[in-house]
Each structure stands twice: as C-alpha cells, then as structure tokens.
C-alpha cells in the first residue's frame, strides 16, 4: 500500500498518548513496582533476537541473543530469529549469512527465523513492508500520527536553533496542524513526505524487569520545563515508506507474539516510545529487561561499527563457542554456584532474570581461563569435539612445519598426526588455541637451537652434574621402546637422582661419623643434597631435551617426544657441554 492519500477524519482531540502512562511487565498496570522479579514466568516465554544486517556479530549481540535463548529455553518457550534489514542505506551484502553462520557455531538454534520459517513469518522486515504501512495508516486515522513534509534542510536549522537555546532537538509540529484534506491531496500528488507518532508531553513509567520502576516523575519533569518536549514525535515511516526500528519492531514483536524482550540499555530511551505504540494500537505490550553495556578497561562502550570484540575473530583465534557462551553469560547476570564455568545446558537449568545493574567492564584473562577449563574437559572427554579441536591443531602445525626441520618421525602424517593427540591430552588444562600450542611446545616437534650451555645452567647444576652425565643417558637409554612411558621414565629419573646423591654423599656419611657433627644435621643436609640433585636433573633434562622451555613434567614430556628423540637430544647435549667454556 503506498502512502498516497489516505483518507480519514480527523477526531476533535488528538489523545493525549503518554500522559502518566503506566505500563506493566507483560501488562498495563496502574502501580509500577519498584523492584524487579527474577523469577522467571510460569508460562512458556517467547523471544527474539533482531540484528541488523549492517556488519559482523559481536559480543555485546552475542550476549543478547543467548539471554533471549536462555529465557525461551528455560521456560520451554520459543527463541526466534528476525532480520531488521529495513535501513538498506547501511545494510552488508554478506552480513545476514555471517549472521546465521556465527550463531549457529555458537550453538545457539532457533525455532523460527528466515531460513526456517515458522507460523508467524516472513521473518525478515524487508519483506514486511505492506503490514507497516498498513499500520501507519491506521495510526493516521486514530488522530495517534501525522504526515511531515518538512524538507531536510528546514529540521536542520531547527536542530541548530534549539540546541543553541540548550533544548531538545525536538520537532516543533510545524506539519501536525496542516488540515486533512491538504494532507491527503500533498501525498496523492508524491509530494515527500514522513509519518509521525504524535506524543505527549508528559512522561511514561514502566516496570522493567532490571531496573524496576522506569520513568520520568512529575518533579524531573518540572526541572526540565514546560518548554523542553520530553519525547520527539518519532518518523514511523520514512520518505520511501519504509518503517524505521520504532514501528516495524512494535508491529513485529506484537504480530509473532513476543512475551519478553531482553535487549542493551542503550534502548532503554526507546522503550517509552514503543509502549506508546503498543497503547496506540490497543495491545499488549511485552515484559522488557534492559541488560548494561560491555565497556572495555577505559569505560568506553565497544562499538560495532568498529569491529570491537566480532565474534569472527573469536572465530579465528580457535576461541571455542561453549567457552565464548559461558563468557558473555557472566556480564551482566548474577548465579549462586561456587564456579563461574557452565556448559549451555548448565545455563539454561540455572538461568533466571537476576540481571545485574550497570555497565560491566569485559575482563579478556576470564576468557582464557574458561577456554582452558573447555579444553581439558575435551581432552579428557574425547569424542567429536576432540577430535575436532585436533583437527584444527594439526592444520596449524603443518603450516608452521612447513617452512622448518622437523623431527624424522613426524615427517608421516599419521605420526604427527598423533603427535599432536598425545601434546593436546597432555597439555589440555593448559591449551588456548593452535598458535599458542605451537609457539609454547614447538620443541614436541623439532629439535630447537641450543643457547650456550653456560648461560643457561647454573653453577650448582653444573658442579653437581660435572663428570656424571652420561649416567643420565645411559640410565634412560636403557628403557626398551614397548616400556618408553610417563610412569617407566618417572621411576627412572628418580633412580638417576638417588645415584648421584650417593655418589656426592660419602662426604657427608663420614662427617656423619665425627661426634663433633650431630646426626639430625647430617640427615638434613642429605636432604639439601637430595633436592638439589633432584633439581638439577631436572633443570638438565629440561635444557636437553626442552630447550629449556617451560612445559609439563619431563616424564610426561619425554613420553610423548619419544625415546629414539630424547636419546639423541641427550646426546647432542653433552657434546655441547663438553664443547663449552668452563
């Protein structure tokens, strides 16, 4: 239907819509509560989440589409997608399937949306174009909206003007006056043209589901002044008679039967526009819940159009989707449990409306520390999603092998493959992602250039290891390859430390013997004696073997490297220490 001359009769009285409107969680109520319920509702919830196809998802949406998932999930209710893609001027040709794609790895599904259907579609807003001119029309006819033929130019300068005086950048209802005939026959002959929502000039107060009672009270009110309009007379439908967010998201949310909208406080401004909608139109309104920003460490909002925190980047850096989840959970809701780490359905069992109030500051550490409590429940489930995660690390490895001497065992596939099986087990608690695992364990794969053997051990290593060396290589050489493991390579590593603190301990056993040196003081210093050589075997083990680099114990480590490896590191060592400067 085009905006051509509709006709209607103008009422004597506009009414006086917003004026000490009152409205309730799911319906109007004469007394706002000022505290909020948590409880979720007794009957089954339906929610929506409605992006704009304008740019990549980030976390800021993310989070709003699981609270919207969560609330339909919780209470075996409905979750339903929506595509707002009415601003066409700002609309990204691939951003509607970036959208489907990021939330469908994120594990969220929905139970109706444009891919889909559902009973209540189309359920993208382009293609509801016809419903909301319907409807603009009939907010025509009931005196609740006017035409605006006001050139752009002329709200400009009135823009200038008022914010010069310190007002609003309100309209000054130049065209609500025009008469109807006059109205009707400027549109029939396409002279441009808005509609707007006629607005009082009073406030509005509703129950939100964060923050209670919401609204302007008559003192605010007197403070601000007769001459500052509280709310503009908001565009319903533009020039090119598509709808803007205030009408299409009434119309929409009404006509697929939403009962609770779980969005950013920034459209908390919104909200008193939108129930005067849903009066207009005589219908119930849904329950609202406006959730904080997410700020960074300055306090500032992350924005989209910047690309601050896309969920595609998350993507990339092998962040995994449950981890990602149980991460925007915790902005913005309060739990009881002892432990911030929830699968989705531990959420959805746990969830309820203990939205907290305020901004919340994003903290990236608790984003590694739930990646890694993912990563060792993977490892240590196996399945799919292991070897999924696997997958990935082994595609990362082969690039970076690529351009690098490897290990000769590794140079088969299937070898490094489980190479990469045995380090992602072992290391599971500590995994972040395939860049970090290569870069903290490189030495699983290739054998690394030594530093100066001098530089990188002590003076009680070397005086403790000097002449006894080979002992360590023999000692672990004698370990058949069918025997080569953690517990095997343990108890012999443990065995090399107690001979060589036998061998530097008949000092200590014949000063033992003097009655000058107590025997509890000789015991002790067995003990010293015993950790240092414990200390510096291990110090060794790790410089041979690891290059020095930090990592799990050398039992776990030297079991997954290899024997025929380890051997041959452990002689490469000792070459370089017998080639060393004292």
Known sequence: MSLKALSYRRTTQLPCIGTHCNFGTAQHLKTPERRPSHQLPTNPARTRFAPSPTGNLHLGSLRTALFNYLLAKATSGQFLLRIEDTDKTRTAPYAEQRLYEDLTWAG???????????????????????????????????????????????????AKQRNKLGLHSDYDRA????????????AYKKESHVVRLKVARDFVVWNDLVYGRVGRTKQQKEIIGQ??????????????????????????????KITHVIR???????????????????????????????????????????????????????????????????????HTRHSDFFTLSDLIEEFDLKFTKGNTIVQPHKLIFLQRKYSEKIAAEGGPRFDSVVDQIFQHVQQELQKKPICEELQSASNLKNRVINLFQLVGPRYVNPLTLFNDYEYFFRPLDHLEYKSVSNPVVRNLLEGI??????????????DWDSAVLKT???????????????VLDETGNDSS?????????????????YKAVHHYLRWAIAFGRSGPPMHDTMAVIGRKECIQRLANAEKLIDTADP
């Open 264 to 334: 950013a406080a920034e459209w908390m401004s919104s909200t008193p526009k939108h129930l005067i909608l849903y009066q207009a139109f005589g219908w119930q309104s849904p329950a609202f819940a406006h959730v904080g920003l997410l700020q960074n460490q300055e306090r500032q909002k992350y924005s989209k159009r910047k690309g601050d925190l896309d969920i595609q980047r998350f993507k990339e850096e092998g962040i995994f989707p449950e981890a990602l989840l149980n991460y925007v959970a915790l902005y913005g809701w309060s």
């Open 108 to 158: 969220l599904k929905w139970d109706e949306g444009p891919d889909i259907g559902g009973p209540y579609g189309p359920y993208k807003q382009s293609e509801r174009t016809l419903l909301y001119q319907q409807h603009a029309e009939k907010l025509l006819r009931s005196g609740h909206a006017y035409r605006c033929f006001c050139s752009s130019d002329r709200l400009n300068t009135l």
């Open 227 to 256: 001459e500052k309009v509280l709310f503009e007379d908001p565009i319903l439908l533009k020039s090119d008679g598509l709808p803007t967010y205030h009408l299409a998201n009434v119309v929409d949310d009404h006509f697929m």
């Open 517 to 533: 040196t107590p025997g509890k003081i000789v015991i002790q210093e067995k003990i010293l004696r015993s950790k240092s050589v």
């Open 492 to 506: 012999t590593i443990q065995h090399v430390v107690d001979t060589i603190t036998q061998q530097r301990s008949h």
């Open 175 to 186: 065209c609500e006056g025009i008469p109807v005939d006059e109205s009707n026959e400027r």
């Open 469 to 482: 060396l080979p002992l360590v290589r023999q000692e672990i050489s004698v370990i058949s390859s069918e």
